[in-house]
Nanobody, 124 residues
Framework: QVQLVESGGGLVQAGGSLRLSCAAS????????MGWFRQAPGKERELVTS????????YYADSVKGRFTISRDNTKNTVYLQMNSLKPEDTAVYYC?????????????????WGQGTQVTVSS
């Protein structure tokens, strides 16, 4: 079992920045890909970004390319999401998740552990 705890969400003005953290416990995640998803009210959960176990390969949704950066520190069992130039449409609950495999994946079906989510609200 893996437990994930997200932190760093909050309220920010458009154009601002936030840094989310996701700390894993229970077992190591160093050999697994990680992902950040988000879900806005009335919308389906979508993948924002994913990072391979080594940190050398990443995937970003088009909507966040150039603004968001995912990183990981396997010594701390932690994944980060740096969000810059935030827009009101980035408002959502953000979830981190652990994949069953080590490679980057955009499919929610390969992620089998999920955090409880952290709210990000961007005001205009």
């Amino acid at each position: 079992q893996v437990q994930l705890v997200e932190s760093g969400g909050g309220l920010v003005q458009a154009g601002g920045s936030l840094r989310l953290s996701c700390a894993a416990s229970g077992r190591t995640i160093s050999n697994r890909a990680m992902g950040w998803f988000r879900q806005a009210p009335g919308k389906e959960r979508e993948l924002v970004t994913s990072i391979a176990w080594s940190g050398t390969s990443t995937y970003y949704a088009d909507s966040v390319k150039g603004r968001f950066t995912i990183s990981r520190d396997n010594t701390k069992n932690t994944v980060y999401l740096q969000m810059n130039s935030l827009k009101p449409e980035d408002t959502a609950v953000y979830y981190c998740a652990v994949a069953r495999f080590g490679l980057v994946s955009s499919s929610p079906r390969v992620y089998d552990y999920w955090g409880q989510g952290t709210q990000v609200t961007v005001s205009s």
